[in-house]
């Protein structure tokens, strides 16, 4: 089972006004969220640690470029200042910036404090820069981007699930104490997508990491991170304003199949 990916890039014209931030911007994943939030009418502030990529991607998709570490609070305020400065207002937040460093249960306290620190609470120290912002307009919408990895056990990984599902109940409490303040808080946990860390692995053969996810995803397929941006566009967006402290898949099913994965399993018995 498969199905072509839509590559629709255009403006539905939901965020016009909108100015939105977007951490990990520098990524292949990051840069197609950014792009997705411009073609949508935002205007959109990259974060990205790596000068080099982050300075390309937003050079590419017409976004402004911050150089900074989302784990730095002096940095997190100097890009607060910056969005300001540049247009006055800050609507949406994503944090997308992640540590993937994790040696399952070898994992050092090093990689454990680095990476809970890049993935949790520098989520919970830009939202919290953000917020008087978004306070000041009456609206707001701030997105986490978590993970399958979250719901389940995965062998040989320790860290970044833990980070992943606390980020999940993080989005939980952050919705309900920034509620009074008109600020939606949602989470979009994406199933295979394709990016950088894929494209590496099978070294670029975008068919073979599809037929590897197929039997686990029921789209038959792995994502393309556009689609997954879609769903975060939605989430910016006034055409969200019932949905809060939620968690969306976009996975491809992932999460909707069991063990038995999509093939029939009771015929087995009789064969």
């Known amino acids: 089972m498969s199905s072509e990916p839509s590559k629709s890039n255009s403006s539905s ?17 990051g840069a197609a969220v950014a792009k997705t939030l411009i073609a949508d009418g935002a205007k959109v502030m990259i974060v ?3 000068a080099e990529s982050g300075s390309a991607a937003a050079k590419e998709c ?45 994992s050092t306290r090093a990689q454990w404090t680095n990476t809970l620190n890049v993935n949790i609470s520098s989520a919970a120290m830009l939202a919290a820069a953000v917020r008087p912002y978004m306070k000041r307009e009456g609206t ?24 992943k599902a ?5 989005t939980r409490n952050m919705a309900m ?33 599809d037929r590897v996810a197929a039997p686990f995803h029921l789209t038959g397929r792995v994502g393309d991170p556009e689609e997954v941006a879609n769903v975060i566009s939605f989430l910016a967006s006034d055409k969200a304003s019932v949905v809060t402290g939620a ?10 199949m069991g063990p038995e994965q999509a093939v029939p399993a009771i015929p087995l018995l009789e064969a």
């Not at 609507?91 to 910036?97: G, P, Y």
């Not at 606390?166 to 993080?170: E, G, I, K, T």
Request: proline letters at 1%; a negative charge; hydrophobic letters at 40%.
């Open 140 to 163: 707001g919408s701030i997105i986490n981007l978590t993970s399958i990895s979250s719901a389940v056990a995965q062998t040989g990984r320790w860290i970044y699930p833990v980070s």
């Open 62 to 106: 017409g976004a402004n470029f911050f150089h900074g570490d989302v784990t730095d609070d002096a940095s997190i305020a100097k890009l607060i200042d910056s969005t300001i400065s540049a247009w006055g207002r800050i609507d949406i937040l994503v944090n997308l910036a992640c540590s993937y460093d994790d040696s399952g249960a070898e």
């Open 48 to 50: 990205e640690i790596n």
């Open 247 to 256: 968690d969306w898949a976009a996975d491809g099913g992932y999460s909707a």
């Open 166 to 170: 606390a980020l999940v109940q993080l």
């Open 177 to 209: 104490d920034y509620a009074g303040d008109k600020i939606r808080v949602n989470s979009v946990s994406p199933g295979w997508t394709w990016s950088a860390i894929m494209d590496s692995l099978s070294k670029g053969d975008r068919a073979k990491t």
């Open 13 to 29: 014209g939901s965020l016009s006004g909108k100015v939105a931030i977007v951490t990990g911007g520098g990524t292949l994943f």
